[in-house]
């Protein structure tokens, strides 16, 4: 069942999923070659504990080892945070979930380590705004199956990279994850009809080549079969009677992204 937030619910969730763009911002301050997953995972941890809030991943399904979701290049989510060095062209996507005052928020964001190739930019930029064309989608009377065509439709029939299917984004709340799925594929008018109230993260994960995945035999990461780079960006969003309000805030990402050499810029506009 589909639980509609009330504005005091949606505020909590707000300050959660501010909590976690903070926790970007910090990882885009410290993100260079030689930087290790491990590193910005006890990062986060701490920022996000110090901050009385506890990291909503971390022993997720009882094995779950990070903080944060660490996914390289070819890594599409779930990636473990490890001892191994990011280096220069590498793109690192970085999910990140808080619970904070009973309310978990939930977003993610894919850097680009010094100068990297101009396709697996392209992907970064298709991705990122293949998003805000599902979050625009999002309006009182819409049905979710709109937000994931026009997803789809985007990066797919319009620009030829794969979306992946075997995860979705979701309803968000007292639960990480809860009802509706967000699929990121799907056909105008069908599925739920969103109403104002509703919560949810949509978020793209969308491959350079074919967009066929596999699991790993540690249970979680997920790669491209293919092994070519994929992206992943991510928001909460509150319907509202007049449209999406995107309560995750990446604005304070690539403020610090724009600040940090060590980082590649993508396009202005977020
Ligand atoms: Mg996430
Ligand atoms: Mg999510």
Redo the contacts with the bound molecule.
Sequence with gaps: MIHYKTDEEIEKIRRSCLLVSQTHAHIARMLRPGVTGKQIDREAETLIRDHGAIPAFKGYQGTFPGTLCVSVNEVVVHGFPTDEPFREGDVVSV?C?VLWDGFYG???YTFMIGEVAEETRRLLEVTRESLWRGIAQAQPGARIGDIGFAIQDYAERQNGFGVVRELV??G?GRN??EPPEVPNYGKKGRGTVIREGLVI?I?PMINLGTRHVRQLSDGWTVITRDRKPSAHF?H?IAVRANGPEPLSDHRLIEAEVAENKELSEMSAKS
């Design positions: 999910d979930g939930d977003s993610a984004g979701h968000i990480l994850h993260a978020e991510e909460t």
